[in-house]
């Protein structure tokens, strides 16, 4: 009897092979649930039976050597638990209950995708030109959807090997070797860096007004900003205006107001200067967490921060009114042309707004009816490329010109409005608290990524994670400090991540495949090869326009 538990062709494991693989089980009728729902088996499940016992039999547990092929694994929803009596049980896994309808699908995209790009489009569009920035976000959101779909296509099109729980960086493993496996982590930090590096940014700037607000209120100031704006009930400034334009900067301060407590204040609460450097007090310790749990908690958040931001830019359209002119090429004293040089600028914060191509395989996995994956992607893609077009185009068109010239816009166009604003101030701070909660994410995944590949473990210790963050961190203090543009910020990263993981590798993958199969013909091969090419210029653009 002891003999009959061995593998008859003894210890052959190896670890060369796939771990991940996955084998089916047998159960003895010993050990068959009497009250469960029970059901005949056919001869032919009794063969499938037979044989797939026959394989199990061959090796132990835990090798891999003479695993099952997949062509003797039933599909997840016909495994059952099949006894020699005649019997057979349904398995019910539990991934059946964590699977989501098609809505919760698209909107978890959705939500995944709205970050703080949303912030720079009206700056993007101011940079492209109107007409042209409208185009463009249309064109963005079509060649990256379709490369998203090339990504999610891209496990199923892997012959002979298990891909269920692959991710892109597996399948780039898979067809680059090393290569592709260093080559697509670098990338992804990429884009985790530099939103961490825009979330220190936006949080100075954020902590920076509300403080200014409270400050205001508490003194009894009517107006606390200096910067050359409009005026009115619902005034809008231009931080960096390079001509006066007819606004009024003024300040008005109370009687017996003296100017030391501001002096001091604004000593001590500087954007550039002291928050950056405050934020660390509150942020570095969260950093440091051996688990993110917690935080994970707050993503619900994100989605509330966007809704208030769509509200927010309704009221003020509905208050400011449009004011449109149209010049296509040449620029006037308030007014940019509809078509300017300077588009790349709008495709590279697009590249990263529409990016979501490094965790898609893992958010359809999760959707309840996998035959409507691409009708649920595109829908997706249709709501994030409405929400982007709905705020861009109603700030833009909403700013006061010809009282202010378009090119007063900022990247963050939040500080188009004065710390004043209590509807604006209640948007800073619902966001500085959700990005609180959402940095020490961020960094959780750094952290798993580099740890893991280096050293094998997300937490190999408490000095090799601080040193990571001490480098995290600091770059986001410098660039609050010395460069706190976010809308170049998220260009460049979006850019350069976009290069490789939306349209180089999967372009690439998809020819590969299609050559192995010996279905490559030259329309394929030359879309494809377009495809790399803008993400190459794409690059190129944010440097020489």
Request: proline share 6%; with cysteine.
């Amino acid at each position: 009897m002891e003999d009959d538990t061995k593998p008859l062709l003894g210890d052959t494991s190896t670890d060369s092979l796939e771990p991940r693989v996955r084998r089916p089980f047998y159960v003895e009728p010993r050990n068959i649930v009497d009250d469960a729902t029970q059901e005949r088996v056919s001869s032919e499940a009794s063969i499938l039976s037979s044989r797939i016992h026959y394989y199990g039999r061959l090796t132990g547990s835990s090798d891999r050597l003479l695993a099952p092929p997949d062509h003797v694994i039933p599909p997840p929803e016909d495994i059952y638990i099949y006894s020699p009596l005649g019997t057979a049980f349904k398995v019910q896994g539990k991934d059946g209950a964590l699977k989501n309808p098609s809505i919760v699908t698209i909107f978890a995209i959705w939500n995944t995708m709205m970050g703080t790009s949303i912030l720079s489009i009206p700056w993007g569009i101011k940079q492209a030109g109107f007409t042209l920035g409208i185009l463009i976000i249309i064109a963005m959101g079509f060649l990256t959807l379709y490369c998203c779909y090339r990504v999610l296509k891209s496990t199923k099109a892997i012959p002979y090997v298990d891909t269920s729980d692959w991710e892109f960086p597996d399948v780039c493993r898979y067809y680059f070797g090393a290569f592709g496996k260093w080559s697509s982590l670098i990338f992804s930090l990429v884009s985790l860096v530099g939103a961490m590096v825009v979330y220190w940014v936006l949080m100075s700037n954020f902590l920076f007004n509300a403080g200014k607000f409270i400050f205001n209120y508490v003194h009894h100031l009517n107006m606390s900003d200096t910067d050359f704006g409009t005026n009115g009930s619902e005034r809008v400034i231009c931080p960096f205006p390079e001509t006066n334009h007819g606004g009024n900067s003024s300040v008005t301060l109370p009687p017996g107001s003296g100017n030391s407590s501001t002096a001091v204040f604004d000593h001590w609460w500087s954007k550039t200067n002291t928050i950056p450097l405050y934020l660390i007090l509150l942020l570095f310790p969260l950093l440091n967490f051996r688990s993110a749990s917690f935080f994970a908690r707050f993503t619900f958040l994100g989605t509330a921060s966007v809704v208030y931001l769509i509200i927010l830019v309704t009221v003020k359209a509905i208050h400011l009114g449009f004011h449109l002119e149209f010049h296509w090429f040449e620029p006037t004293k308030a007014f940019v042309p509809e078509f300017r040089l300077l588009f790349p600028q709008l495709t590279g914060i697009l590249t990263l707004a529409f990016f979501i191509h490094n965790c898609i395989i893992t958010l359809m996995k999760n959707n309840k009816h996998q035959e409507n994956n691409v009708r649920d992607l595109s829908v997706a893609y249709l709501l994030v490329g409405l929400t982007y077009l709905y705020v861009g185009v109603l700030i833009f068109a909403s700013f006061p010109s010809p009282e202010l010239s378009k090119e007063c816009i900022e990247p963050n166009f939040l500080d188009n409005f004065p710390s004043s604003d209590v509807w604006v101030f209640v948007a800073r701070t619902f966001l500085l608290f959700q990005m609180t909660t959402v940095y020490p994410l961020l960094g959780y995944l750094v952290r798993v990524q580099v740890m893991s590949q280096i050293f094998g473990s997300s937490y190999p210790g408490f000095f090799h994670v601080f040193v990571l963050n001490v480098f995290i961190v600091g770059a986001g203090v410098l660039m609050a400090k010395f460069y706190p543009n976010i809308g170049s910020i998220i260009r460049y990263s979006g850019a350069t991540c976009g290069l490789a993981l939306v349209f180089v590798f999967p372009s690439l993958i998809h020819m590969i495949s299609l050559k192995r199969q010996g279905q490559l013909r030259w329309p394929s091969a030359l879309f494809h090869s377009f495809l790399i090419l803008l993400g190459v210029a794409n690059v190129a653009g944010q440097f020489f326009m």
